[in-house]
C-alpha cells in the first residue's frame, strides 16, 4: 500500500528524487505451479479415460498459461487426442481449444482452428463433431474476416451431410452467425439460404427447427430474406412438433412486418391478399394450437403485427362462421327469426313453408370464407384456461387497440370481461391495458357497473389499479358519474386504507367532467333550495372526497361557484391550506371578492411570475450565496458566519422551491462538514493532548462522530451527482477520517489501526476513482499523498503525526455549486398518522401487527431500507420488508434511472415486548442500511435516518392465568 501511494505521489505531485536502482538478473523457470502447462504434461501419465478427463476438468478450472507455453500445450492436447479413445475426453479437449482461445493471451486462433479442422478429418462420434463445430464457430466470431468466415462456412457445408441431427444443428448455426453480411447481395448469399431452406424440409424436426432459426438469426444480423420463403413457411405452421410451429409461427411474424404490402395468390388462384393480412390470419390459427406454449406465443405475436386491414382485426373478436355458404346463428337467433316469419304450413309447426334464406357465391366476400382463422381467435384467447395464453392475449390487445381507436372501442366489453379473471396478474394487466386505451373509448353504464364491481377485489393493487382506470377514463353521462362516485365512496367505508389512491382518483375525474358534475351538485353537497342542512364534518374522508370532485370540476366550471354555501367555501380554504396537492385555486371567498375587485379595474391588473423568471431569481440569489462562501477569507471566525448563514438560506431555499431542493440540500449539508472541521480545529484542546480526555474533548468527539454521519449521507443520499461532486465528497471524507485518526491517536486510549487501517484504504479507493475519471485534486489530497509516499510503514502514530499540520495549515477546498439535477432521498410516513391516543393492545411475549405505509423517494438501492422501530427501554430492532411490499409509486410524474427509484411501501411491523407498567409509546421511523468502513478487512452497517420517527402507544399485557 505504502509503495503504491509512493509510486503515485513521486509520479505526480513530489520532487522526491529516486536512489540508483539495481539492476537485477531475472532468469525464467521452465514451469511455474500456478500454470495450467504443468498438468497438462500429466496427460501422458493418465492410464484411464476417465482419469484423463479429471485431469482436463482440473486444467480447465484454473485455465492459466504463459504466452510462450501456449503453443506447446495445444500440441500437447492434439497429441493427445489422436491416441484418446474415450470421446468424453476428445470432445473436453475441443472444448478447451475454445476457452485457450478465447481467454488466454497470445493464442493464435487461426492455428486452433486449423487444429480443430485437422482432428475432426478423421473422428467417427458425432458428439465430437458437434463439439469442433461449436469451437469454429466460437473462435470465428472473434476473428472479423470475411475470408475466413468463409472457409469456416465450407467446412460446416461439408459435415452438413452427418447423419446426426446434433451435427447439422451446429452446422446450420455456424453459417448463419458467420455468414458475411457484405456478400448480401451475391450468388453465394443466394446459395447459401436456398441451402438454408432445403433443410427446412428434414425429417428430423430439430433440424428443421434450427433450419428455421438459421433464418431469424441471419435476419437479426441484417442480412435480408426473400420473401419468396413465406410460403415455404407456412406449412410449417401445421408440423407434428411444437418447437417447429414456435419458429415458424416467429417467421410469419417477420415475414408480415417486413414485408407488409406484397402480395400473395390463395390456394383458390384467384383471389390475392396482402401479405400483412395473411400472416395474421395464420397466426390467429395457432391460437387454437394443443400446445399451451405456442397459444401462448400466437397471443403475443398479434399484438406486434403492424398494419393489418380493420376488416380482420374485427374478425378477431367475433365468433361468427361460415357453414355450408350459409351464416350459422345461434338458437336465439333462430328462434327469434322463426316467430318474425308469420308463417303458417299445417297448423301443427310455425312457419314451417317460411323459405330459407339462400346465399349465392357472388354475394359472399371471398375474405370472409378465407380468413376464417381469424374469426375469435382473441376471444378463444381471453377464454383460455391457462393464465398465460390469458396474458399474452390482454396484451396484445392492448397493443393493437393503442393505434386503432375503432377496434379499441370493440375490445372494451372483453377487456372489462377480464376483470374477473381468477388470477389476479390478469385483471392487473386488463386494468392497465384499459388505462392504456382510455383516451379512445367512453365508458357505458352496462360497462361501468362490472368495472365498479371489481372495486370490492381484496388485492390493494386491483384497487388502487383501478383507481388510476377511472381516473384516465372518459364516462358517457351523469348516470355513470353518479354511479362511480357512489361505488368509490361506498368501497372507501371498506377499505379506508385507499383513501389517498381515492382522492387523486377524484380529483382527475371531477376535472375531466365538469359537464356531469354540475347537475350533481346540490346532490353531492347536500344543499336544499329552502332549508338549512346540516353542516358536514370536514375530516370526513367521504366528504373530502366530494368536497376534492367538486372543488376540481369548479376549476373549469365557473357557474358551480355560485351553488356553493358558506361552510362549502371555508371547507375549501381549510383544505387548500391542507392538501394544496389535490384542490386547484379558485375564486372563492376572500379570493373571489379580491378579484372581482381586480377585475373592475383593470383585467391585467393582476402580475403573475413566469417560472423562467422565477427560475432566474432562484439562479441568481444561489450565485449570491456561493459566492459570499468562496470570499468568506480565512478567517475562522468571519468564515464560520459566512458558512452558517449560508447554510440557512440554502436550507429555506430548498423548502421554497422544490426544483432546486435536492442541490441545495447537498451543497448546505457539505457546508454543514465544512463548519464542523473548522470548529473542530479551531478549538484550542490539541495543543494539549491532555486536554483531550476533558469535556471539551467529549464536544469533539461528538462533532467527529457526526462529521462521519454527514459524509456517509453525501455519500448514499443523493442521487444525481457529477464526478466532481463524488470526488468532492471522497475528498471531503478523506479529511474527515484524518481527523478522526488523529483524535484517536492523540486523546483516545483505543486502538488505532482499524481507522488507520480504514484511512489507507479510502485514500487507495480515491485514487482509483481520481485515476478513472480524471478529477481535480485539493491541496490537502496532494499533501496526503506526498506524505505518505515518505513513510516506510504507515503506522498509526507516524500518519498521524504527519497529517496534523496538513490539517491545520492547508486551507478548505472550494465547495461544489448546488446541482438542479441532484434528488435528495427522503421518506414520509402515510400510516400510522402518530396523532391518535388509542393503543395497540397485545399480549406480553407474542407478537402485533402495525400496518405501515409509507412512500420513499429517489432511493438508490432499494435493498438498503430498513424499518426501524425504537422500544421506550431503548431497545432498537431493524427489519427489512420485503420485496413484494416495495410497489412503484403511482402518479409521479418524473422518475428514472438517475433518479433513483420512487417507491411505495405497503407492510406490517412486528412488534413484540414483554409487560409494561403503563401504556407507552414506540417510535418508527425508515432509514438506510449502508456499509461503513472501519479497517482491518472488517466493515459494518450504518444506518442513516429519511425521515422523523412516528410514535404510536403499546400496551402489552400479561398472559392471563386459569380459565
Not at 154 to 168: F, G, M, N, P, Q
Not at 300 to 327: A, E, H, I, P, Y
Not at 342 to 363: I, K, Q, S, T, V
Not at 741 to 765: D, K
Request: proline share 5%; net charge negative; charged share 20%.
Amino acid at each position: 500500500m505504502a509503495a503504491l501511494l509512493k509510486k503515485r505521489a513521486l509520479a505526480e505531485y513530489g520532487h522526491i528524487q529516486e536512489p540508483p536502482t539495481k539492476k537485477l538478473n531475472l532468469v525464467k523457470k521452465p514451469l511455474i505451479g500456478s500454470s495450467a502447462a504443468v498438468f497438462i504434461g500429466m496427460l501422458d501419465k493418465c492410464k484411464t479415460s476417465n482419469d484423463a478427463l479429471q485431469l482436463l476438468l482440473r486444467i480447465s478450472d484454473c485455465l492459466q498459461f504463459q504466452e510462450s507455453d501456449v503453443e506447446e500445450a495445444i500440441k500437447k492436447l492434439a497429441e493427445h487426442f489422436l491416441s484418446e479413445e474415450g470421446s468424453a475426453v476428445r470432445m473436453k479437449i475441443l472444448w478447451m481449444f475454445c476457452d485457450i482461445g478465447l481467454e488466454c493471451p497470445g493464442a493464435d486462433v487461426n492455428h486452433l482452428v486449423d487444429e480443430t479442422i485437422t482432428l475432426l478429418k478423421n473422428e467417427e462420434s458425432h458428439k465430437v463433431i458437434a463439439q469442433g463445430i461449436t469451437t469454429m464457430l466460437k473462435l470465428g466470431a472473434k476473428i472479423n474476416n470475411d475470408d475466413f468466415h468463409l472457409r469456416l462456412i465450407a467446412v460446416a457445408k461439408e459435415y452438413l451431410k452427418d447423419t446426426s441431427h446434433r451435427v447439422k444443428c451446429q452446422c446450420l448455426l455456424l453459417i448463419s452467425e458467420l455468414f458475411p453480411e457484405s456478400l448480401e447481395k451475391c450468388i453465394e448469399a443466394e446459395t447459401i439460404m436456398k441451402l438454408i431452406a432445403d433443410y427446412t424440409y428434414s425429417q428430423d424436426a430439430r433440424v428443421r427447427c434450427q433450419a428455421f432459426e438459421a433464418m431469424l438469426v441471419m435476419d437479426k444480423r441484417g442480412l435480408s430474406l426473400d420473401p419468396k420463403l413465406y410460403d415455404q413457411v407456412c406449412p410449417a405452421l401445421s408440423d407434428d412438433y411444437e418447437i417447429v410451429r414456435q419458429v415458424a409461427l416467429k417467421l410469419v411474424h417477420l415475414f408480415g412486418n417486413k414485408y407488409p404490402e406484397n402480395m400473395i395468390t390463395l390456394p383458390d388462384g384467384e383471389t390475392t391478399l396482402r401479405l400483412v393480412d395473411d400472416a395474421f390470419v395464420r397466426i390467429c390459427g395457432a391460437v387454437n394450437d394443443l400446445s399451451m406454449v405456442t397459444r401462448a406465443l400466437a397471443c403475443s405475436l398479434l399484438g406486434g403485427v403492424q398494419k393489418v386491414s380493420q376488416k380482420f382485426l374485427q374478425q378477431t373478436l367475433d365468433k361468427k362462421l361460415m357453414s355450408n355458404m350459409r351464416r350459422k346463428l345461434t338458437a336465439h337467433e333462430r328462434g327469434a327469426q322463426l316467430l318474425a316469419s308469420g308463417e303458417w304450413a299445417d297448423g301443427r309447426r310455425w312457419g314451417a313453408d317460411n323459405p330459407r334464406e339462400h346465399l349465392h357465391d357472388a354475394h359472399i366476400a371471398p375474405l370472409s370464407l378465407m380468413a376464417g382463422g381469424a374469426a375469435g381467435a382473441f376471444v378463444h384467447g381471453l377464454e383460455d384456461e391457462f393464465l398465460e395464453v390469458r396474458s399474452a392475449a390482454v396484451e396484445s390487445v392492448c397493443q393493437l387497440a393503442l393505434n386503432n381507436p375503432t377496434f379499441a372501442i370493440t375490445s372494451l366489453d372483453f377487456l372489462v370481461d377480464m376483470f374477473n379473471d381468477e388470477i389476479e396478474d390478469v385483471r392487473l394487466k386488463a386494468i392497465d391495458s384499459l388505462t392504456k386505451i382510455s383516451s379512445h373509448i367512453i365508458l357505458r353504464e352496462d360497462q361501468l357497473e362490472t368495472i365498479l364491481g371489481a372495486l370490492e377485489d381484496f388485492s390493494i393493487d386491483v384497487r388502487e389499479g383501478l383507481h388510476r382506470m377511472l381516473a384516465s377514463s372518459t364516462l358517457a353521462s351523469k348516470v355513470c358519474l353518479e354511479m362511480c362516485v357512489d361505488k368509490i365512496l361506498d368501497n372507501l367505508k371498506k377499505y379506508p386504507q385507499d383513501k389517498r389512491s381515492t382522492y387523486r382518483c377524484l380529483q382527475k375525474i371531477g376535472a375531466s367532467h365538469p359537464e356531469l358534475t354540475l347537475p350533481l351538485v346540490p346532490q353531492l353537497l347536500n344543499i336544499h333550495p329552502f332549508f338549512d342542512m346540516p353542516q358536514p364534518d370536514v375530516e370526513d374522508p367521504s366528504y373530502i372526497c366530494i368536497l376534492i370532485l367538486v372543488l376540481n370540476a369548479a376549476q373549469h366550471c365557473s357557474a358551480m361557484l355560485q351553488l356553493f354555501e358558506e361552510h362549502t367555501t371555508k371547507h375549501y380554504s381549510y383544505l387548500r391550506d391542507t392538501m394544496p396537492h389535490l384542490v386547484p385555486q379558485l375564486r372563492i371567498g376572500d379570493s373571489l371578492m379580491s378579484d372581482a375587485a381586480a377585475l373592475s379595474n383593470d383585467n391585467n391588473n393582476t402580475v403573475k411570475v413566469p417560472p423562467e423568471e422565477i427560475a432566474s431569481n432562484t439562479r441568481n440569489l444561489l450565485d449570491t450565496i456561493m459566492s459570499n462562501v468562496d470570499n468568506a477569507g480565512t478567517s475562522t471566525r468571519v468564515r464560520t458566519t459566512i458558512l452558517s448563514a449560508a447554510q440557512n438560506q440554502l436550507n429555506r431555499l430548498a423548502q421554497i422551491d422544490p426544483a432546486i431542493s435536492g442541490g441545495a440540500n447537498f451543497t448546505a449539508l457539505y457546508l454543514g462538514c465544512e463548519l464542523l472541521l473548522c470548529s473542530v480545529l479551531s478549538n484550542r484542546v490539541w495543543n494539549n493532548p491532555a486536554a483531550l480526555a476533558s469535556p471539551q474533548g467529549l464536544i469533539i468527539k461528538n462533532n467527529i462522530s457526526t462529521l462521519m454521519t454527514n459524509c456517509l449521507k453525501l455519500q448514499h443520499l443523493f442521487v444525481g451527482c457529477t464526478n466532481e461532486d463524488i470526488s468532492a465528497v471522497k475528498q471531503l471524507s478523506l479529511r474527515a477520517l484524518v481527523l478522526q485518526l488523529v483524535y484517536i491517536v492523540r486523546g483516545s486510549n483505543q486502538s488505532a489501526l482499524a481507522p488507520c487501517h480504514a484511512l489507507l484504504l479510502e485514500i487507495e479507493e480515491l485514487d482509483r476513482f481520481l485515476i478513472e475519471f480524471g478529477s481535480e485534486l485539493d491541496q490537502f489530497t496532494i499533501g496526503v499523498f506526498q506524505q505518505l509516499a515518505t513513510l516506510a510503514e504507515p503506522k498509526p502514530g507516524p500518519v498521524a503525526r504527519c497529517l496534523l499540520p496538513l490539517l491545520k495549515s492547508v486551507p478548505p477546498s472550494q465547495t461544489p455549486r448546488p446541482n438542479p439535477n441532484i434528488r435528495m432521498c427522503t421518506a414520509c410516513i402515510i400510516e400510522p398518522t402518530g396523532d391518535t391516543e388509542t393503543a395497540v393492545k397485545f399480549t406480553a411475549g407474542l407478537i402485533a401487527a402495525v400496518p405501515l405505509e409509507a412512500e420513499v423517494l429517489h432511493i438508490r438501492d432499494p435493498s438498503t431500507l430498513r424499518v426501524r422501530v425504537k422500544y421506550p427501554d431503548q431497545l432498537v430492532q431493524i427489519s427489512v420488508p420485503r420485496s413484494g411490499h416495495l410497489r412503484k409509486l403511482d402518479m409521479v410524474e418524473k422518475e428514472g434511472a438517475e433518479n433513483g427509484s420512487n417507491l411505495r411501501l405497503i407492510t406490517k411491523v412486528l412488534v413484540s415486548h414483554q409487560v409494561w407498567t403503563d401504556t407507552s409509546p414506540i417510535e418508527i421511523s425508515l432509514c438506510l442500511a449502508v456499509p461503513k468502513q472501519i479497517g482491518m478487512g472488517k466493515k459494518e452497517v450504518a444506518l442513516i435516518d429519511l425521515c422523523k420517527p412516528v410514535k404510536v402507544n403499546m400496551a402489552p399485557n400479561a398472559i392471563k392465568r386459569g380459565i
